[in-house]
């Protein structure tokens, strides 16, 4: 079964500074799509960023982007220049043919002035 | 703004007495979605719509139903609650749901007490 593992509940990066955010995952597929969502709180999930799993360039968001280790099935996510905006919870996600949508269980990260 | 709604935000009711929830949308997507979100835990999808087809998820109680009367609404429903599913119930949407890329877009969440 695919899952989805974020090892860092919790993390603080100082503003302005740059943080990286962890997550692995499993899986036998070959074909899908890795996502980066953020849930500041008491607001909705959006969109951070995604990953192709056929795509060798990591994406870049602006200030986001992520390190696609496809091999070590790792995708982790960088943020730059952290803004207080920045704060929240931040889930890692995969989606295939077989599975719609399936999260980790999130890193909260906190960003102090 | 295009979006999805939920309603209400924090919902109460009692254990073992029916209640529904609601979520629009104005994006005119084809598929939505119900998540339950639990304190400091991943969200899990319970079930999705892709226009009138239910797709409910193997491990999703029989007590958790869905109705989608049409493109914009769908409701789910928890038959008799348990303390257990006290939780965030979050919705959301999507476009053609076999193109791998696409997002999904998400409303606020509903916040279920079950007293």
């Known amino acids: 079964a695919q899952t989805v593992t974020q090892s860092q509940p919790e993390m603080s990066v100082q503003e302005a500074e740059t943080v990286t955010l962890s997550c692995t995952y499993d899986t036998s597929e070959s074909d899908y799509y890795l996502f980066w969502y953020k849930q500041p709180p008491s607001r909705q999930m959006i969109l951070v960023i995604r990953q192709e799993a056929y795509k060798q360039q990591n994406a870049t968001e602006n200030r986001f982007s992520v390190n696609f280790q496809k091999a070590a099935k790792s995708f982790s996510l960088k943020i730059s220049d952290s803004q207080l905006g920045d704060a929240a919870m931040y889930f890692c996600a995969y989606r295939s043919g077989s599975v719609f949508m399936r999260f980790g269980a999130g890193t909260r990260l906190t960003v102090k002035p | 703004d295009a979006m999805v709604i939920q309603n209400p935000r924090y919902q109460v009711t009692q254990f073992g007495k029916p209640v529904t929830l609601s979520c629009s949308q104005t994006?005119?997507?084809?598929?939505m979605y119900w998540y339950q979100q639990k304190s400091s835990q991943a969200p899990k999808l319970l079930f999705h719509?892709?226009?009138?087809?239910?797709?409910n998820e193997a491990d999703t109680p029989d007590n958790f139903q869905s109705r989608r009367p049409n493109t914009s609404f769908c409701f789910l429903d928890i038959r008799s609650p348990g303390l257990g599913d006290a939780a965030m119930y979050l919705c959301?949407?999507?476009?053609?749901?076999?193109?791998?890329?696409?997002?999904?877009?998400f409303g606020p969440g509903t916040r279920l007490t079950v007293l």
């Open positions: 719509y892709y226009d009138k087809d239910f797709n």
């Open positions: 994006l005119n997507h084809n598929v």
């Open positions: 959301a949407t999507s476009r053609d749901p076999t193109e791998l890329y696409n997002e999904q877009f």
